[in-house]
């Protein structure tokens, strides 16, 4: 669904004309001639920005931005003035405005100005997300999101938390998809339930039953006491089957049970047990090509895939590097006695740079290492692992030369510079040409050494 826009003016020309401008730029636009009438439409429905003239008959711009504060409190407003001072910026903010435009603008300024304005909102609300729901779950493994792909998948996470439905997380390991599933039940309402986590691959196959379902005692050589089984132990909570493309086909067609009919049957029992449990399976394994070779049951596929949450590699999410970076350089600075004061320039260009095949699984394990070694009391490009830090050699330029990361280094050099010169310099403009953040920006042009 498109965002939703309010623009509120007594010129009629220039609402109608912001209004074919938004329209255009993919936003449902709707206008208001005055402060009554918009305050009727945001009584009726919501919008997600408001544009609100400071002068209009009536109620003016300054008495009309708290209550939209009030009636709408996720809104972000602007004033629009052509009598825009700093005072008159400040008295808008603090009645509840984001930012002010000063008339007479141009529509790319309006644009750019909304696209910010949104950005900064979206990062608000998974930050807020973060705090309050994910904190206490991830413990000290991180999400954080700057990067548009994680916002999306906490976005997701948030909408689908309040119900039952079966999610199925996918990514590559290191990502996280276990801090991601515990994300999810402390924002649901078996939040104060058990959450239990099973590492499908982890355990011999033939204990994984009784570990799944439970066992009555003697039902087996050593079963000298009953056992509940994770599923039981998880009853009115979450059960976490990761690597669940480990499971045996055997093991797969009594899960699918499970899932359909709600209950357990433990090994060595005739009765089944009703059980009440969310299912959040995750895996690394592609499994449409496990179900077409045969070794992943498409019912299960099926039952498992009602929610798909894939979660991009930490290659693909750079933006979100740099606060990693912070969070873990905190906490082992703390747990290892070793006070830093941060870490160079050149060191987190090249902790961005690099490709991260291990994921934040191996970003955490970096960091620790270098609060380790370190030898001052900043992060240093000398205290990383030399693999990492990646340094080219004279004859990176050699036509014989056929490393793909020099190519691609050469490659986004030569990228930023046609951008830089398309807009005149301009990295703000520069960076959303590139589809990067205007900080990622920062660290390539001082890495690539690019002025």
């Not at 979206?122 to 994680?150: F, Q, T, Y």
């Not at 205290?383 to 004279?394: G, H, Q």
Request: charge should be negative; include cysteine; glycine fraction near 6%.
């Amino acid at each position: 669904m498109s965002e939703r826009i309010l623009v509120v003016d007594d010129d009629d020309a220039l609402r109608e004309s912001l209004e074919l401008v938004l329209s255009a730029e993919g936003y449902s636009v709707v206008g208001a001639q005055d402060a009554e009438r918009a305050l009727a439409l945001v009584e009726a429905s919501p919008f997600d920005l408001v544009l609100c003239d400071l002068r209009m008959p009536g109620m003016d711009g300054l008495e009309l931005i708290p209550q939209l504060a009030r009636r709408s409190p996720g809104t972000t407003i602007f004033l629009m003035s052509a009598y825009a001072t700093s005072d008159l910026a400040i008295e808008a903010i603090n009645r509840g405005a984001y930012d002010y435009l000063a008339k007479p603008f141009q529509p790319s300024e309006v644009i750019l100005a909304i696209r910010k304005a949104r950005e900064r909102e979206r990062l608000r609300r998974s930050n807020e997300l973060l705090r309050r729901d994910v904190e206490r779950a991830a413990g000290e493994r991180p999400i954080v999101a700057a990067s548009p792909g994680m916002i999306e998948v906490l976005e997701v996470l948030e909408r689908a938390a309040d119900f039952k439905a079966t999610v199925l997380i996918t990514g590559e390991s290191g990502t996280g998809k276990e801090v991601l599933a515990r994300a999810l039940h402390a924002q649901s309402p078996r939040r104060e339930e058990p959450f239990v986590a099973v590492n499908c691959g982890a355990i011999p196959e033939n204990l994984l039953e009784s570990e799944l379902f439970g066992h009555a005692r003697g039902a087996f050589t050593g079963a000298d006491r009953a056992r509940r089984g994770l599923f039981l132990e998880a009853d009115g909570g979450s059960l976490f089957l990761d690597e669940i493309g480990e499971l045996p086909l055997a093991l797969q067609v009594k899960l699918l049970r499970v899932l359909q009919e709600e209950e357990v049957r433990p090994v060595g029992e005739n009765k089944p047990r009703s059980v009440n449990v969310r299912v959040v399976a995750a895996t690394a394994r592609n499994l449409e090509a496990e179900v077409a070779e045969g070794r992943f049951r498409e019912d299960l596929f099926y039952r498992l895939n009602v929610l798909r949450v894939p979660v991009p590699p930490l290659r693909e999410r750079r933006d979100d590097i740099p606060l990693l970076v912070d969070h873990f350089l905190a906490r082992f600075s703390g747990e290892l006695s070793r006070p830093l004061r941060g870490l160079d320039d050149d060191a987190l260009a090249a902790l961005v740079r690099y490709a991260w095949p291990g994921n934040v699984r191996e970003l955490e394990n970096v960091i620790e290492r270098a609060v380790i070694l370190a030898r001052g009391d900043r992060l240093a490009v000398d205290d990383l692992p030399k693999n990492l830090v990646d340094p080219e050699p004279a004859d990176a330029g050699s036509r014989d030369d056929l490393s793909l990361k020099r190519a691609r280094r050469a490659f986004e050099a030569d990228l930023i510079r046609r951008a830089l010169e398309a807009t005149g310099g301009n990295r703000t403009h520069a960076a959303k040409l590139l589809e990067i953040s205007h900080r990622a920006l920062l660290y390539k042009l001082k890495d690539y050494q690019i002025r």
